[in-house]
Antibody, heavy 121, light 107 residues
Framework: QVQLVQSGAEVKKPGASVKVSCKAS????????INWVRQATGQGLEWMGW????????GYAQKFQGRVTMTRNTSISTAYMELSSLRSEDTAVYYC??????????????WGQGTLVTVSS | DIQMTQSPSSLSASVGDRVTITCRAS??????LNWYQQKPGKAPKLLIY???SLQSGVPSRFSGSGSGTDFTLTISSLQPEDFATYYC?????????FGQGTRLEIK
C-alpha cells in the first residue's frame, strides 16, 4: 500500500539544525510532490513547503525562507526536510504528505506518521 | 495568502446526531477545498477532496458541499469513532492554508 514512513523523534538545542526523513513506498516516488506540514502541540496545521522529487524543484512558505531546505534521494525513495537556526517555537510535529493531483483537484494523501522535534536548552 | 475560517471551533454532540462544520475562504477557491480528520497523536486523514468527493474507504455518512468561498462538511449520523478534530484546506493557490480546526467532542 501507499505509505510514507518518517524518521524518529529528535531533541535539539536552540540554534541547531534538524533533518527529518520521509521514505515513500507503494508508488513511484518521482511522480508526486512531497509537502511538509507542521503542528505545534495543541495547535493547527501549518504548511511549510513542497518538493518535486523528479526535478528537485522546491517552494517554501515565506515564513521559512532561508531556514528550510527540502531535498531527496531518489535511489531510496526518500525525501528530507532540514530546518536550521532552531528556536523553541519550532517545537512541533512535522509531517510529510504526498500531493495528489487529479482532474484539476489537489489534495494531500497519504501523510507520514509525524516526527516530533523538540527544541530545548 | 488565502485565509480559511472554520466554525465552530469546537462542538459537542451525541452519537447519532447530524453535525455540520463550515469553512469560509477569504477569496474564491472554486472547489479546491479538502477536509481532513485528525485523532489525537495521529496524522491527518483525508476525508473529502475537491469539496464534495468522498475519499475511498471513508464512510458515506461523511459528505461535503460548497464552492467559491463557502463550504460545509456534514456527518449524517455521528459514530463514536468520529469524535476528532476536523480541518479544511484550500489547495487553490500556494501557500496551501488550513482552517484552525473544529474539535468535535462527545456530549
Amino acid at each position: 500500500q501507499v505509505q510514507l514512513v518518517q524518521s524518529g523523534a529528535e531533541v535539539k538545542k536552540p540554534g541547531a539544525s534538524v533533518k527529518v526523513s520521509c521514505k515513500a513506498s507503494g508508488y513511484t516516488f518521482t511522480s508526486y510532490d512531497i509537502n511538509w506540514v507542521r503542528q505545534a502541540t495543541g495547535q493547527g496545521l501549518e504548511w511549510m513547503g513542497w518538493m518535486n522529487p523528479n526535478s528537485g524543484n522546491t517552494g517554501y512558505a515565506q515564513k521559512f525562507q532561508g531556514r528550510v531546505t527540502m531535498t531527496r534521494n531518489t535511489s531510496i525513495s526518500t525525501a528530507y526536510m532540514e530546518l536550521s537556526s532552531l528556536r523553541s517555537e519550532d517545537t512541533a510535529v512535522y509531517y510529510c504528505a504526498r500531493k495528489f493531483e487529479y482532474s484539476s483537484s489537489v489534495w494531500f494523501d497519504p501523510w507520514g506518521q509525524g516526527t516530533l522535534v523538540t527544541v530545548s536548552s | 495568502d488565502i485565509q480559511m475560517t472554520q466554525s465552530p471551533s469546537s462542538l459537542s454532540a451525541s452519537v447519532g446526531d447530524r453535525v455540520t462544520i463550515t469553512c469560509r475562504a477569504s477569496q474564491s477557491i472554486s472547489s479546491y477545498l479538502n477536509w481532513y480528520q485528525q485523532k489525537p497523536g495521529k496524522a491527518p486523514k483525508l476525508l473529502i477532496y475537491a469539496a464534495s468527493s468522498l475519499q475511498s474507504g471513508v464512510p458515506s455518512r461523511f459528505s461535503g458541499s460548497g464552492s467559491g468561498t463557502d463550504f460545509t462538511l456534514t456527518i449524517s449520523s455521528l459514530q463514536p469513532e468520529d469524535f476528532a478534530t476536523y480541518y479544511c484546506q484550500q489547495s487553490y493557490s500556494t501557500p496551501d492554508t488550513f482552517g484552525q480546526g473544529t474539535r468535535l467532542e462527545i456530549k
